[in-house]
């Protein structure tokens, strides 16, 4: 989907690597907000695993996102149902605003692009190895 939305961005789509996922918790007793940050990624999403209902305040603090009727760079927040997703340029400052009451459950997935700027596909080198003579047509790389 990503490649098909930014084809200037991401020549390929398995040029995409999964960095990072994992489930966070926000609530007012523990952790319930997360600090502005930008992570060092190219990509991050944040995808709800409960209803916004479930809790008061939370959200995803983007403060380049904003209504038009807002003061310039007035902080919003996104919230979202159970699956829905808030995607953003990792480098893009971001945190979590804090929980009143209640829980947030939330998977934070990191996605980064793994290419060499030749455009040249993965394995470059040992085809041209191969068609050199240099290594046999049984050679493997293994990782």
């Not at 008061?56 to 919230?79: H, Q």
């Not at 998977?107 to 068609?131: A, C, E, H, T, W």
Request: with cysteine; proline share 5%; aromatic share 12%.
């Amino acid at each position: 989907m990503l490649q098909s939305l930014y084809p200037h961005i991401i020549p390929k789509p398995n040029d995409l690597r999964c960095h990072d996922a994992f489930i966070s918790r926000y609530d007012a007793s523990r952790t319930a907000s997360l600090e502005m940050h930008r992570d060092t990624t190219s990509f991050s999403f944040t995808i709800a695993m409960n209803r916004a209902t479930d809790y008061e305040g939370g959200g995803t603090s983007l403060p380049m996102v904003r209504k038009n009727e807002d003061a310039d760079f007035a902080p919003g927040a996104v919230k979202t149902d159970i699956g829905g997703v808030v995607s953003f340029p990792g480098q893009c400052w971001h945190g979590g605003n804090k929980v009143e009451s209640g829980a947030r459950y939330i998977i934070p997935l990191f996605i980064f692009l793994d290419y060499n700027k030749s455009g040249k596909d993965r394995g470059y080198v040992i085809d041209q190895l191969r068609d050199a003579g240099a290594i046999g047509d049984d050679f493997e790389m293994v990782f």
